[in-house]
């Protein structure tokens, strides 16, 4: 890694930890904090830094993925695997439950419960990413019959036999989409 992605991983880190030991010591003892140090956080650093990416990294990436051909869905195939890792631990915890008693049973209990709020926020995010980007794309370029082959696909009807499994949808202005558009790995 260069020294700027090298940096920029750093602070994402900082961002993270600070997180997290802020939550920490205010959901440890909330009479104790006014929440100022955390809110320091998330307004100074935080926003600060998501407001530098939007202005400066973003448009650099969308430009390098135009040019090079990228994969400007990449993105969610990471929170697929997110949701996947989620999916497994909190198999994992409720497997381990089953025979747990005592302090062992309140830890894995409480790491469920943690699994479960951060399982749900990444998904949220993930759907909301969805529905509010992709589906008005498909709505606008892609014909009610590909959609719906798209949709049998996906959930792997019977009727799903006839889609083509190279992506090659015709959009609904007549320009078929990319062939092999790469797909969203399946959710583990």
Excluded: C
Excluded at 133 to 139: G, S, T
Excluded at 158 to 187: E, F
């Amino acid at each position: 890694m260069s020294e700027v992605t090298v940096t920029i991983h750093n602070h994402h880190e900082r961002l993270l930890r600070g997180l997290r030991e802020q939550s920490a010591m205010f959901n440890a003892d909330p009479s104790e904090h006014s929440g100022d140090s955390l809110m320091a956080l998330l307004r100074d650093d935080l926003m600060r830094h998501a407001a530098g990416e939007e202005r400066e990294l973003y448009p650099l990436i969308d430009r390098i993925i135009k040019a090079a051909g990228g994969r400007a869905t990449a993105t969610m195939s990471v929170d697929h695997e997110f949701i996947g890792e989620y999916v497994d631990w909190i198999e994992a915890a409720l497997h381990s439950l089953r025979g747990a008693n005592g302090s062992h049973r309140d830890l894995l209990l409480s790491q469920l419960h943690r699994y479960l709020v951060q399982l749900e926020a990444v998904l949220n995010l993930h759907l909301e990413k969805e529905e509010r980007l992709f589906l008005p794309m498909i709505e606008r370029h892609v014909s009610l019959a590909n959609q719906r082959r798209m949709l049998a696909a996906m959930h792997g009807s019977p009727g799903a036999a006839n889609h083509n499994p190279s992506g090659d949808y015709k959009l609904a202005h007549g320009k078929p989409a990319r062939k092999g558009t790469p797909r969203a790995r399946a959710v583990r």
